[in-house]
């Protein structure tokens, strides 16, 4: 069994320990990063005392079950929504709700870390793989929580997100209207595709978190598993702009 970890804190830092390594957050800097245990003062080392956590291993995996449920479910209900079609209401609609499911899930993400007594560092906008644009909150302190506590942050935008989809798809159902069965469908993609450990999405932060890995950006110090989901998710991102492009020149050409 895996030794609990052990944590000293004093005005001018905070230091993780764990099996094989340590994680480091100056407060002064307020920069992180990643230390050998031998590399630790004697002082730091006889000071330390165990990490406690605001969930546990029991939460986490009903956490777990209840986000795989609540995506069964959320399939389950779309497969029973009337035939929906697009027009220019239900564009509108699905941009009206991209923006509201945007906002809920990095909110739950924020209001989870904030529950564990953390807090965000940023919140910003990225590419993803220089691609896919994407609105984000930036959450260093992640790196100082318990591998339960991992979990719950992270898992709590798909959990908010498949929470909402399934009620307005309940609602659909029930009204028996279609305009919202598109923007519902497009967007539950967007969570499932999410939820799959590629690189930079909350289901790769959740497996790190439950296999107990600290990914780095160096391919040949990462486990296998960990280096053929980074070239994969490459991959993945080159044949999404490629295909499109491809089949763009194809139709322009012909």
């Known amino acids: 069994m895996r030794p609990p970890d052990r944590v000293f804190a004093d005005e001018h830092c905070?230091?993780?320990?764990?099996?094989?390594?340590a994680i480091v957050?100056?407060?002064?800097?307020?920069?992180y990063?990643?230390?050998?245990?031998?590399?630790?003062?004697?002082?730091?080392?006889?000071?330390?005392?165990?990490?406690?956590?605001?969930?546990?291993w029991t939460g986490a995996m009903t956490l777990l079950l209840l986000l795989g449920a609540c995506l069964?479910?959320?399939?389950?209900?779309?497969?029973?929504?009337?035939a929906g079609s697009w027009s220019a209401t239900a564009v509108c609609a699905l941009v009206a709700y991209l923006a509201v499911s945007v906002a809920l899930h990095e909110g739950a993400h924020v209001a989870a870390l904030r529950w564990?007594?953390?807090?965000?560092?940023?919140v910003g906008?990225?590419?993803?793989?220089g691609v896919f644009p994407a609105f984000y909150v930036r959450m260093n302190q992640t790196l100082l929580l318990s591998r339960p506590e991992k979990i719950l942050v992270h898992s709590a935008g798909l959990l908010s997100n498949l929470t909402l989809n399934a009620a307005l798809l309940i609602l659909t159902r029930a009204t028996?209207?279609?305009?919202l069965v598109l923007p519902l469908a497009v967007v539950l993609t967007a969570i499932a595709v999410n939820a799959i450990p590629m690189l930079n999405s909350d289901g790769y932060r959740i497996l790190l978190a439950v296999?107990?890995?600290?990914?780095t950006r160096t391919l040949r110090t990462n486990p296998w598993w960990v280096v053929l989901i980074k070239v994969l998710s490459v991959l993945y991102a080159a044949a999404s702009v490629a295909v499109p492009l491809a089949t763009t020149i194809r139709s322009l050409l012909a």
């Open 14 to 21: 905070e230091i993780v320990i764990g099996s094989g390594a």
């Open 25 to 31: 957050h100056d407060r002064g800097r307020q920069r």
């Open 33 to 56: 990063y990643t230390t050998p245990l031998d590399r630790l003062p004697a002082e730091v080392l006889s000071n330390t005392v165990p990490r406690t956590s605001r969930i546990g």
């Open 72 to 82: 069964v479910g959320n399939y389950a209900l779309l497969a029973h929504q009337p």
């Open 116 to 122: 564990t007594g953390r807090r965000i560092d940023r």
């Open 125 to 129: 906008v990225k590419l993803n793989f």
């Open 176 to 179: 028996g209207t279609d305009l």
């Open 211 to 215: 296999t107990g890995t600290d990914a």
